[in-house]
Nanobody
């Protein structure tokens, strides 16, 4: 079983910063990608940023360079540094990992429980 545990959310004023963390643990054979998604009330869950096993990174166009995704050397923890936060960044932020639990199993998506980020104006 794979677990993804997020931390670092909270309440911040507009213009402030937060750093989210997501740690993957459990029966992991390989990690293809890890990333962050967010879901605001009444809206669909959208991509924020992903980092692939070879290091390639993809960001949502709307972020305007304010967010940075990174990971630890073991590639089991992914971070999201969020700067110059805006009220429209308010959402539940979810971590997603695409990984294999054994050599024989296909890659599957695993999700964390989500962490609330609230940006006040």
């Amino acid at each position: 079983q794979v677990q993804l545990v997020e931390s670092g959310g909270g309440l911040v004023q507009a213009g402030g910063s937060l750093r989210l963390s997501c740690a993957a643990s459990g029966r992991i054979f390989s990690i293809n990608a890890m990333g962050w998604y967010r879901q605001a009330p009444g809206k669909q869950r959208d991509l924020v940023a992903t980092i692939i096993s070879d290091g390639r990174i993809n960001y949502a166009d709307s972020l305007e360079g304010r967010f940075t995704i990174s990971r630890n050397n073991a590639k089991t923890t992914v971070y999201l540094q969020m700067n110059n936060l805006k009220p429209e960044d308010t959402a539940v932020y979810y971590c997603k990992g695409t990984m294999r639990t054994t050599y024989y199993n296909p890659s599957l998506d695993y999700w964390g429980q989500g962490t609330q980020v609230t940006v006040s104006s």
